[in-house]
């Protein structure tokens, strides 16, 4: 059993029965004290198992009722066995007073074991919207739409659905596990390299800012890009939360040509000291470390002012959940894109569609231009 939400702790005070540490039983009656987020509105999530044993003989759907401070907050039927993952916003009034008492009720329950019993419950939260299942749901729904609109304003005359597959085939292929550069695990879609190379031919930046390193096969291939164009003095800036670059940085482009920071993409002092050394240059920017929702988001605000007119930010990953090929993952970089530019990237940001002329890419709708 476990509390969602943050660092917060759930203490039981009533109906719950003996279990293991990741699910318990419970009485048709049961209850819990939560210390709620600060962060408002607030959202009740529920994670339980409707048992067999419960709608063998019941005669109709059931219903869970949950009060929050003796207020009612959520109301949800149910009429077969299987996980259960629901969620609702809290009223305002109930939240007055801390901390505060939850308790769930249902209408069904059996006798075993000498104990009536209901529900198998997993965890219990207050937080946030967006850290609830189901914003997380809805944002995938969002990430689904927004690729099948990248689709659309390809106009390869190719169909969707064919587009579709080949990207999960090509996705699927075991190639991912030996794909190196000068010797550098690199994970990169070679079609994408390709045209990354024709990004940096007619940009000529003064610094490529990289996020997510790994073990620095695409920091590299950067590197090498710079050296094939010409560009001398122009710089590879890559950061990841953790150093696996130890073969990487023997080689001489890399000690030509590359900086590594270590730290999280979107730790302000790097962030600052990045803004700070780019000013006033050519600058693109890739993002490939966290592909979580909020992280993509939280980078694209923190880096697109580094981005010189007419280069580019780069996505990267946007079909994982835009496909989706890993939709277990929930939004991702698709979905930050999309509440991107709805926020407003979209006024000074395009997003360019003559780079997915190759079809299988990994930056789907993610191939942002500077105005």
């Not at 059996?110 to 749901?137: N, R, W």
């Amino acid at each position: 059993m476990r509390a969602s939400g943050g660092a917060q702790q759930a203490r039981i005070t009533g109906g719950i029965y003996a279990g293991t540490s990741d699910w318990l039983w419970t009485g048709p009656q049961f209850a819990f004290r939560l210390d709620p987020p600060s962060i408002k509105p607030v959202y009740l999530e529920l994670e339980f198992t409707i048992p067999d044993e419960l709608m063998a003989d019941a005669k109709g759907p059931g219903t869970l009722i949950a009060r929050v401070n003796e207020v009612e907050a959520m109301r949800h039927s149910f009429d077969k066995p299987g996980p259960q993952l629901v969620s609702a916003q809290v009223p305002a009034e109930a939240l007055r007073h801390l901390p505060v008492e939850v308790s769930v009720s249902t209408d069904l329950h059996f006798e075993a074991d000498g104990k009536t019993k209901s529900l198998i419950f997993v965890s219990i939260g207050l937080k946030p919207y967006e850290q609830t299942a189901a914003f997380g749901k809805a944002q995938l729904e969002v990430a689904q739409t927004a690729y099948q609109e990248v689709l659309k304003q390809r106009d390869l005359k190719f169909p969707i659905e064919r587009q579709k597959e080949l990207m999960r085939l090509f996705h699927e292929l075991p190639i991912w596990e030996s794909l190196t550069f000068h010797g550098v695990r690199i994970i990169k879609n070679p079609l994408d390299l390709w045209m990354l190379q024709q990004i940096a031919w007619e940009v000529k930046p003064d610094y490529i800012v990289e996020t997510g390193t790994w073990q620095g096969g695409s920091a590299l291939w950067w590197a090498q890009t710079l050296d094939g164009a010409g560009l001398e003095n122009s710089r590879v800036l890559t950061v990841d939360i953790q150093n696996l670059t130890a073969a990487a940085s023997k080689q001489a482009l890399w000690r030509k040509y590359v900086t590594f920071s270590l730290g999280s993409s979107t730790d302000p002092k790097i962030v600052a000291a990045t803004l700070e050394r780019v000013k006033g240059k050519r600058v693109i920017v890739n993002l490939d470390s966290d592909h979580s929702m909020p992280h993509v988001l939280e980078e694209l605000k923190m880096y697109a002012p580094m981005v010189s007119k007419g280069s580019y930010i780069l996505v990267e990953d946007t079909h994982l959940d835009g496909v989706p090929t890993h939709p277990e993952q929930g939004p991702g970089p698709m979905a930050a894109v999309r509440q991107f530019l709805k926020e407003g990237g979209s006024n000074d940001f395009e997003q360019d569609f003559s780079r997915e002329a190759l079809v299988m890419t990994s930056y789907p709708g993610g191939w942002l231009r500077r105005k």
